[in-house]
Every structure is written in structure tokens, then in C-alpha cells.
């Protein structure tokens, strides 16, 4: 049984972040290890950015340092996420091995100097990394203060060089088998494209007009295998040494370069670094989907790798947390199933492109507002931590995503640059969250026979079994809701015949779909109770559709906007927030989802993790919740019956 995120917590909650101490003199570790016992920080993420300081030059290893740090915190029970540092190549590596630095769609060469220099498909950087990842885990396997391993750092390298075309030629021949196979998976009929050698095959690199689509969708799908190998190349090492100690790396959210859902099946603990805006009224909103997402990913407890104590540096503006909001956006993790709450980083750098990055511990210092709200929250989530630590509840309705289909939809020749799938699928979970309902997400192929309801904001690209899936799941009793343009092409990003899947239009009781009608942004369509945004569809329904909401007006009249046969529905258009919210709470509670928690004020988020009800207040008003029955309020250690008080940005975490 391979090792979970339960190794390393304890029962616990962990608590800490990416420490840097290679920053800073060795007389500051005395005191980030006192300030970090006084907050109850119990992890730490070492060695993320520490290459050039572990191997300054070539063959040469400094541990030293390391392994002083590692008895520090060990001594002051802290246990230690050991990073693989091959994220931030040194820069005597790309000096003396160019090919290992990678290479954009116009050839230019990505020099060192920043991070994420590296070719995935090179053969010289892999040999490299593999060797500072072997030397980390035979020194430190047995070391107590280990308790995780960190691969790398937000894989997104993306690579069009000459190593990576061979590669991706390689990859593309295991595909696909055979010349034909990929010239008829790529259409290669059009535009005079076709391959008669494994050899004229390129990446998709800058071109005179638009690249094949097929050619790039298989290329985004190279790019997240190729770094995916690096991955695990460097997880079957450190696994090799500590089989116990389960193994990360960090994902961005909802990031467009890796299919997350396969990276998480190699995963012991799935992890994501999340930096909602402060100033973003939806902030919360867009944080829930991407903890929904990553809990669903994990199957259970997942790790809050990164996130941000204050400001970020890489907004155009970029504003502080308000006082309270870090430990509320902090608890909506745990309450959403994050058994870690981390940050990048413990002491905020004083040099280097990220100074203006917040630290657990700010410029400010001991002092400052930042370091005391961590500390509070610290202690509050050891108070806790043995009554959530593995705690995992599962929602009644999925929301379905797949990023080859995303892939697919974003070519540049798309009907419409305005449509784009984060924009669709936020509009949808922010329907269902402001109804208090709760959701998970799951892949097209996955077993849905568990959901009341299965949504699909967008699924442009369905394979058969995917299509097959959803089919087999209305046919056992499931309710299924789609949005506009989806089942439109196969998985090689063929249009399906009639412009959707027959048997999806036979699904929904479409007879025929005659055009598209894409929508100028700010542009809307009148339909029957509410106005839609971003697209229209010209859509003849069949005579099974039982039941329709027309259009008003214009050159749609009368046809339908949203029409359901059975418990089938489609909606061709993005209803705007309000009436999207009615339409989705209507047909989920039809279906049997219920809230969380009725009558919750305006800004109040209500989530149960296991046995617990998390009360999150995201307004700046106190307000007061209706809870019945007597509960044990875990943060205040009180019991009561009957209102609950919060107070600006509060938090309760109650037991019934």
C-alpha cells in the first residue's frame, strides 16, 4: 500500500511553509526556529530553490549546511518536506549544456537567470537531476526530521527545441503507430500537411497562419506526459530510499499545461499552491473551486502547498490581505479538505525577484500584523487538527472537466477568443456555491453512479467512452445538465458529425443543431425569464423534448435556449449569474442535492468536512447563523444552542 498524506500529518494539521534559510546568515535560523515554535508552525518545505547552493559546481556537494538545518529542526520538533531542487537549474548547468535549456515556439533559447530553465525531454538535465535527487535521498533517507518529498516546483516548462521535436516524434509513433493513423488523426488533408517521414514532424512552432489544431492539441499532450516523466523519474528515486514517506509535487491551479487528473494518479499526496486576489469580491468563490477541484483529484485530504500570508508580486497592483482574511480563506481550505496549510514563504526575502512576495514572518518582522494573524491561526489549527486531520466528505452533484478537452477548445481558430473554459466553469460552481451546495468534480470517464447530479459547464472534446459514460449515467437514474458546446468533436478534435454527438442530441431532444451564435463581448440574448451571455445556438428540437425555454426576439426567436428530455438538460447559452444560480438550484434540488445548511445570511459559506460544520462569514459584517440543535464550537471550546455569532471574516468550526 503506497504511503498517504496521513504519514505525515500525524493526526495533525500541518502547518508551515517553503523555508529559504540559504537567504539568509546562519545566526537568523535560531530565531525562525523560535518564531516558528511560538506560531506552531510543525513543517517546513526545505531545498525548493537550493541547487546552486547544494552543488555550486559541477560533481561537487555541499550538505553541510543542509544537514545542520535538518538537526535544527528536528531538535525543535519540526518535521521537514524535503524538496528535489531541480526546478531552478544552477547556471553552470545551462553554461556548460546548453541543450538543457529550453526553447520557445519561435526558437528563441530561455536563458538562465530566472527559474524553470529546463528541457523536460533533455537527456543531459534529466541525467543531472536524477543525480542531486539520488545523493539528497541516500543522505537524508534515515534522517528523523523527514516526513514528505517535494519533487520539483510548479511544473510549467514548455519546450520547442530540437531534443524536444525528436521527443515528441518518439512520443507521437507510440501514439498513433503509424504515418496514416497520425495524418488522419491530425487532418492533415487540409492545407497540404500530410507526413511522409517520422522526420518532418515539429513541434508546433511559430508558423505563417494558425498551427494544425490536431498537431497541437497532441503537443500539449506531449508537454504534460514529458514533464510528468520527469516526475516520477525523480519520485521513483526518492521512493527507491524512504518506500514509507509519501512523495508530492506542487500543482498551479487549474493550470492549462498539465492533465492534473493523470498527474494525480501518480501522486502519494495531491498538492496546490492557491493565490485568490483580495481585491476579487469572487475570490473566495474561485478559491472553493480549486480546493473542490484538488480534494477530488486527491480522493480525500489534500495539501495546501503555497499560499500567500499578504501581498504577491506579480499583479500589476498588488494589494495586502485585510486584516482576518488569511486565516479565513485558511480554514475554508481545511474545511474543504486541506490537511496543510502552507505559504511561500516563512521570512519574506530581502533580494531577488520575489522580495515584495509576503512571508509568514514580513519585513515587518515579529512585530507585524502578518507574523501575529499566522500565529494565531498556527495555534488554532493545533487545536484543532486531531479532530479534522483525515475527516473527507463527498457532495451529491460533480462538475466534470478534462483538460484535453480544454486544450482542444482553445485553438486560436475557435468561433469565439470570448469564450473562454476557467470564465465557463466558474460561472457555473459559483452558481452552485452561492446556493450553498456542495461539489466535487470529477473526469468525463470516471464512475458517476455515486452523483444526484452531474453538470457539465463545458466539454467540447468527448471521447466515445466519455459519451458512453454520461449516457449510461442518465440511463440509471442520474440527472444530467450540459452547457453549450459540448460533444462537439472526438478526441482527436474531429467535429462529430451534425456539429454535437448524435447520441448526445438524442440525449437532450435535439433534432438538429443548424448554427452556432457566438456572442460580442458584452453583448446578451433575450430568452424566456432572463437574458444569456457569451453564445447562442440555432437548435430544432426533436419531438422528445419535454420541455423548452425559448429565446425572445432576434433571429432565435422562439427556438430553444434551454430544453430538457428527461432528466437530460442542455443550455445553449451562459444564463447571466442570477438566473444560472435559480436554473441549477432548481434542477439539482429536483434531483435530490440539498444545502449545506438553510437560511445562511448573505456572504456566509456553510461546508461539512466529516462530522463538522464549517461556518466561514466572508463579509465585513458581523452576522449571526441559525444552527439547530446544541453544538461544541471546536476554536472558542463552547457549547450552545441556537445562533451562531461571526464576527468580520470569523470563523466557527462546529461539532453537533
Known sequence: ?????????????????????????????????????????????????????????????????????????????????????????????????????????????????????????????????AAITEDLAARYAAHPALTMWHINNEYCTFDYGDEAAAAFRRWLRERHGTLDALNSAWGTAFWSQGYDT?????????????NNPGQVLDFRRFTSDMLLECCTAERDIVRRHTPRLPVTTNFMPLWFGQDAWRWAEEEDVVSVDLYPDPRDPLGAQRGALVQDLTRSQARGPWMLMEQAAGPVNWRGVNHPKPRGLNRLWSFQAVARGADAVCYFQWRQSRQGAEKFHSG????????????????QLGNELARIGPQVAGQHSRAEIAILHDWHSWWAGAHEGRLSTEVDLPDVLNAWHRALWESHLATDFAHPEHDLSGYTCVLVPQLYLLTDTAVDNLLAYVRDGGTLVCGFLTGIADQDDRVRPGGMDARLRELFGIRTLHEWWPLEAGETVACDGFRGTLWSEEIEPGPGAAET???????????????????????????????????????????????????????????????????????????????????????GDTTAAGPVTLGRYGVAVLRS
Open 1 to 129: 500500500m503506497k504511503p498517504t498524506l496521513a504519514d505525515a500529518t500525524r493526526g495533525r494539521i500541518l502547518f508551515g511553509g517553503d523555508y529559504n534559510p540559504e537567504q539568509w546568515p546562519e545566526e537568523t535560523w535560531h530565531e525562525d526556529v523560535r518564531l516558528m515554535r511560538d506560531a506552531g508552525v510543525n513543517s517546513v518545505t526545505l531545498g525548493v530553490f537550493s541547487w546552486s547552493r547544494l552543488e555550486p559546481e559541477p560533481g561537487r556537494r555541499e550538505f553541510g549546511w543542509l544537514d545542520r538545518l535538518m538537526d535544527l529542526l528536528h531538535e525543535n520538533g519540526i518535521g521537514v518536506v524535503l524538496a528535489t531542487p531541480t526546478s531552478s537549474p544552477p547556471p553552470w548547468l545551462g553554461r556548460l549544456h546548453p541543450d538543457t535549456l529550453p526553447r520557445d515556439a519561435d526558437g528563441r533559447i530561455e536563458w538562465w537567470g530566472g527559474r524553470q530553465h529546463f528541457s523536460h525531454s533533455s537527456a543531459t538535465y534529466r541525467r543531472h537531476a
Open 198 to 210: 517520422w522526420d518532418g514532424i515539429l513541434p508546433p512552432r511559430h508558423a505563417h497562419y494558425l
Open 360 to 375: 509568514m514572518v514580513g519585513h515587518a518582522g515579529e512585530q507585524g500584523r502578518t507574523y501575529q494573524e499566522v500565529r
Open 549 to 635: 425555454v425559448p429565446y425572445k426576439g432576434g433571429e432565435l426567436d422562439g427556438l430553444p435556449a434551454v430544453l430538457r428530455r428527461g432528466r437530460a438538460w442542455y443550455v445553449s447559452t451562459l444564463p447571466e449569474p442570477e438566473a444560472l444560480r435559480t436554473l441549477l438550484a432548481r434542477i439539482t434540488t429536483e434531483a435530490g442535492a440539498r444545502p449545506v445548511l438553510d437560511g445562511l445570511p448573505a456572504g456566509v459559506e456553510a461546508v461539512r468536512r466529516g462530522e463538522l460544520l464549517f461556518l466561514l462569514n466572508h463579509g465585513r459584517e458581523p452576522v449571526a447563523v441559525d444552527v439547530p440543535g446544541t453544538h461544541h464550537e471546536l476554536l
